[in-house]
C-alpha cells in the first residue's frame, strides 16, 4: 500500500480539528496543574504534620500511578458525586490533577531554595505569614520555577493523547475515528504523529526563549 | 469490593505490566547509551544523530509511535508482533529521555577527569570506558529510578492494543462486573505499590554504587 | 647526582628529548596568550615557568598534553612535532593516532591532581600502563608499589583518593604520572592546591625525583624557593612571550628586565 496524498487531504480538517482539543485540553489542565501544584507545596509548609504528611502521599500517590488509569477512574467515579462533567472537562481535571503532582515538587524545591535567612528576616519583621508567602517568598521561588513548570506544559501536551480513552475527540481519537471505517490507519496516525513533533519541537523551542528571557535572573 | 482485589486477572495484569516494564526498560537502556555517547562526541555528524533521535523520539507520544506500529506499519507491509509495538514504542520513547541522561552525566564529569585520561594516554574509547562512564552511572541511577517509574505508568497505553495488561484487564472486569470506579481504584493501588517497590530497588542500587565512586563514609574511611 | 636509595630504579633514565617551541600562536576568544612563543629545553633540562598570574603558562604545559591545539606556530618534542604530521614532505594535521605516540614520551601532575575517585590509588597507578602500555598486571602492580613506596604512601595502595590528605593525593598523581615511564615531566602549579603545612613535602619529592633521574622537566609554580631549588634555567613569560631567562640566581637575585623586576618583588612581597 502506497501513501494516498487525496486520502491525506481529506483527513487533515479532523485531525486539525482534535489538534484544537489537544491544545484546548493541555492549557487547561496545565492551569490547573500550575495552581493545584502551589496549593500543595504551600500546605506542605503549613507547619501542620497530619496535612504535610497526608498531602506528601496523596501526591506520591498521584505522581506514581497511571495517568490513563486515573482518567478511567475519574470517568467513572465522578458521576457518583451527583455532578456530570463532560468528557473535556473530566480530561482537564484528571490532566491537571496529575501534573498538579509533579508541579507540587518543583514549587517545594523553589520554595526549599529561597535562603533561611529570608525567612528569619520576614519574622524579624513581624510580617504576617500571608505577607511572607506573598511579597517575600513566592516572588523569589518563582523565578527559579519557570524553566522546569515550562517543560511539563511539553509534558502535559504529549500525555493529552490519553484523553482518547474517555473519548475526549483529541487528535489520536480523530485519527483513529477516521481510519476505523476503512481500516485505512497509515495517513491518520502518520500525520497525527508528524503534528505531534511539530507542535512540541517548536513549543520547546519557545518555551527555551522564555526561559532565557524570564528565567533565572 | 473484595471480589474485585481477589480477582486472579488482575494479579495476571500486574505481573504482565512488571514484565512489559522490564522489556521497554531494556530496550530503552541499550538505546540510551550508544545514543547518549554520540551526544558527547567530538564530530558533528555524529552528535546530529544523537540529537535527531532524541529530539524525534522524545517529541513523539508513546501511544502515538505505539499506534503507529500497530495499525499503520503493517499496511506500510511490516507487520509487529502486538507485544513488540507496545514494548518498541515504549523502549524509543524512554530510550530518548535516557540518552539525555546519559549525555547529562557524561558532561557533569568533571572536564579534568577527562583531562587526566588524555594525560595518562588513554585511548578515546578507553577515556570513556574506564574514567568517564565508571563515574558517570551513578549519577544516572537517580533519575534512570524515576524514569523507570515514569516507564511503568507509561505501560498502561498497551491496554489500549489488546495486550492484556493490568490496566486491560481492568477494563476487562469493568465490562463483566460494571464496577468502574471500584476496579480502577483498586489497580490504582497496585501501580502504586508497584511503583514503590521499584523505587526501593533503585535506592538500594544508589546506595551501593556510592561506594564505587569511592564517596566512602566515615566507617570507610577508618578501615 | 648521587641516586641515595633503591627508588632511583623505578625512575626512567635515559632517552630524554627535547622540547621546541616555534612561533607558537594561542588566543581565547580574542583573547591572545601566545603571541608567537619562542623557547627551547635541552634534553633533561629542568625549565621553571614564572610569571604574573592568568597570563597562560599553564597553557604552554596544557598545549605539550595535547590539552589545547595551537593556533599556529610548530611544537617539537624531539626530533618530531607534535603539531603536524609530516605527509609526503608536506605538513599535515596531527591524527589521533600521532598524537597518542607523542603523548607516550610526556607525563603531567595537575594543580587540582585529577586523580580517578571510583579507583583505589593502586589503580590510578596501573590503569594505564596495563590498558595503554600493555603491561600485564602484576608487573603494573609491582612497579606501582615501587612508586607508592618511593612518594611515601607503600601503605596506601588500597586506600580511595577520597580518604587520602591533599599532599597525598598529590603524591599519588605523581606516581601515576611516573608510572607511565614519561621522558618529559609537565608540572603544573602542583603545590598550589595544597594547605600550607604539606607544601614542603611535596616539593622535596620532586627534587628528589628531579634529581634522580634524567626527566626533562617543564614547570609552573608560584613558588620562587621551589623554582630556585629545581631548576637548571628559569623562564619569565609575561604577555604572550618569555621576557627574561636565565640560570635562577641571575634571575633571583640580579634580573635584568623591569616586567621581571616587578614581578619579583610583587610575588616576595606575599
Given at each position: 500500500m502506497i501513501w494516498d496524498w487525496d486520502y491525506t487531504r481529506e483527513l487533515l480538517p479532523s485531525l486539525l480539528h482534535g489538534l484544537r482539543y489537544t491544545v484546548q485540553a493541555t492549557l487547561l489542565g496545565y492551569v490547573l496543574a500550575v495552581l493545584a501544584g502551589l496549593l500543595w507545596a504551600v500546605l506542605r509548609r503549613s507547619g501542620n504534620v497530619v496535612v504535610d504528611q497526608a498531602v506528601r502521599w496523596v501526591v506520591e500517590f498521584v505522581r506514581s500511578t497511571p495517568l490513563l488509569v486515573q482518567l478511567a477512574f475519574l470517568y467513572y467515579a465522578l458521576p457518583a458525586t451527583g455532578v456530570r462533567f463532560s468528557a473535556l472537562v473530566t480530561g482537564v481535571i484528571g490532566l491537571g490533577l496529575h501534573y498538579s503532582a509533579y508541579t507540587a515538587e518543583v514549587y517545594r524545591a523553589g520554595i526549599a531554595d529561597v535562603p533561611r535567612g529570608q525567612w528569619e528576616a520576614a519574622t524579624a519583621l513581624n510580617l504576617p505569614r500571608r505577607r511572607v508567602w506573598l511579597a517575600v517568598v513566592l516572588p523569589q521561588a518563582v523565578r527559579r520555577v519557570i524553566p522546569p513548570l515550562g517543560n511539563y506544559l511539553i509534558a502535559m501536551f504529549k500525555d493529552s493523547p490519553l484523553l482518547l480513552v474517555i473519548t475526549v475527540p483529541e487528535m489520536m481519537h480523530e485519527a483513529q475515528a477516521a481510519g476505523s471505517p476503512t481500516g485505512r490507519f497509515l495517513e491518520p496516525f502518520t500525520v497525527a504523529a508528524v503534528l505531534f513533533v511539530f507542535v512540541s519541537v517548536v513549543s520547546s523551542v519557545l518555551i527555551r526563549r522564555l526561559e532565557r528571557r524570564y528565567g533565572t535572573v | 469490593m473484595w471480589d474485585v482485589i481477589e480477582a486472579p486477572i488482575l494479579w495476571q495484569g500486574a505481573w504482565v505490566t512488571v514484565q512489559l516494564t522490564l522489556y521497554s526498560a531494556a530496550l530503552a537502556f541499550a538505546l540510551a547509551f550508544p545514543f547518549g555517547l554520540a551526544g558527547i562526541s567530538r564530530h558533528a555528524w555524529v552528535r546530529a544523530i544523537g540529537r535527531f533521535y532524541v529530539e524525534v523520539f522524545r517529541g513523539l507520544p508513546a501511544l502515538v509511535l505505539m499506534f503507529w506500529f500497530f495499525y499503520s506499519l503493517p499496511l506500510a507491509g511490516l507487520r509487529l508482533e502486538t507485544l513488540f509495538a507496545g514494548v518498541a514504542a515504549l523502549g524509543l520513547n524512554y530510550g530518548a529521555y535516557g540518552a539525555e541522561v546519559v549525555r547529562g552525566a557524561l558532561k557533569a564529569v568533571p572536564k579534568t577527569q577527562f583531562e587526566a585520561a588524555v594525560a595518562l594516554n588513554l585511548r578515546p574509547a578507553q577515556r570513556v570506558r574506564r574514567v568517564l562512564l565508571p563515574q558517570a552511572v551513578p549519577l544516572m541511577l537517580p533519575t534512570f529510578g524515576n524514569q523507570l517509574v515514569e516507564l511503568m505508568k507509561a505501560t498502561a497505553i498497551v491496554s489500549l492494543i489488546s495486550i492484556s495488561d493490568l490496566m486491560f484487564r481492568a477494563q476487562q472486569l469493568r465490562s463483566s462486573t460494571g464496577e468502574g470506579a471500584a476496579v480502577f481504584l483498586v489497580i490504582l493501588v497496585m501501580y502504586f505499590v508497584i511503583a514503590q517497590a521499584m523505587l526501593l530497588l533503585v535506592r538500594y542500587l544508589e546506595r551501593r554504587s556510592e561506594r564505587t565512586l569511592g564517596r566512602v563514609r566515615a566507617e570507610g574511611a577508618a578501615r | 647526582m648521587e641516586p641515595s636509595d633503591a627508588s632511583a630504579g623505578v625512575l626512567p633514565k635515559g632517552g630524554t628529548p627535547g622540547i621546541r617551541f616555534d612561533k607558537v600562536v594561542k588566543s581565547y576568544g580574542g583573547n591572545a596568550v601566545l603571541r608567537g612563543l619562542d623557547f627551547t629545553i635541552a634534553p633533561g633540562e629542568r625549565v621553571t615557568l614564572i610569571g604574573p598570574s592568568g597570563c597562560g603558562k599553564t597553557t604552554i604545559l596544557r598545549l605539550l598534553m595535547t590539552l589545547e591545539k595551537a593556533d599556529g606556530g610548530d611544537i617539537w618534542i624531539g626530533d618530531r612535532a607534535l603539531t603536524h604530521m609530516d605527509k609526503g614532505g608536506k605538513k599535515a594535521p596531527p591524527s589521533e593516532k600521532h598524537l597518542h605516540e607523542m603523548r607516550k614520551q610526556v607525563g603531567m601532575v595537575f594543580q587540582q591532581f585529577n586523580?580517578?575517585?571510583?579507583?583505589?590509588v593502586l589503580r590510578n597507578l596501573t590503569e594505564a600502563p596495563v590498558?595503554?602500555?600493555?603491561?600485564?598486571k602484576d608487573e603494573a602492580a609491582e612497579r606501582a608499589r615501587e612508586l607508592l613506596e618511593m612518594v611515601g604512601l607503600a601503605g596506601k595502595a588500597d586506600a580511595h583518593p577520597s580518604q587520602l590528605s591533599g599532599g597525598q593525593q598529590q603524591r599519588v598523581a605523581i606516581a601515576r604520572a611516573l608510572a607511565m615511564r614519561p621522558k618529559v615531566l609537565l608540572l603544573d602549579e602542583v603545590t598550589s592546591a595544597l594547605d600550607p603545612e604539606l607544601v614542603v613535602g611535596v616539593q622535596d619529592l620532586l627534587r628528589d625525583i628531579a634529581r634522580q633521574s634524567d626527566l626533562t622537566l617543564l614547570c609552573v609554580t608560584h613558588e620562587m624557593n621551589f623554582a630556585k631549588d629545581i631548576s637548571d634555567r628559569v623562564l619569565m613569560f609575561a604577555e604572550g612571550r618569555i621576557v627574561e631567562e636565565g640560570p635562577p640566581e641571575q634571575i633571583f637575585s640580579?634580573?635584568?628586565e623591569q616586567r621581571t623586576r616587578d614581578f619579583l618583588q610583587a610575588v616576595l612581597a606575599t
Open positions: - | - | 586523580l580517578f575517585p571510583n579507583m583505589s590498558h595503554v602500555l600493555g603491561d600485564s640580579a634580573p635584568a
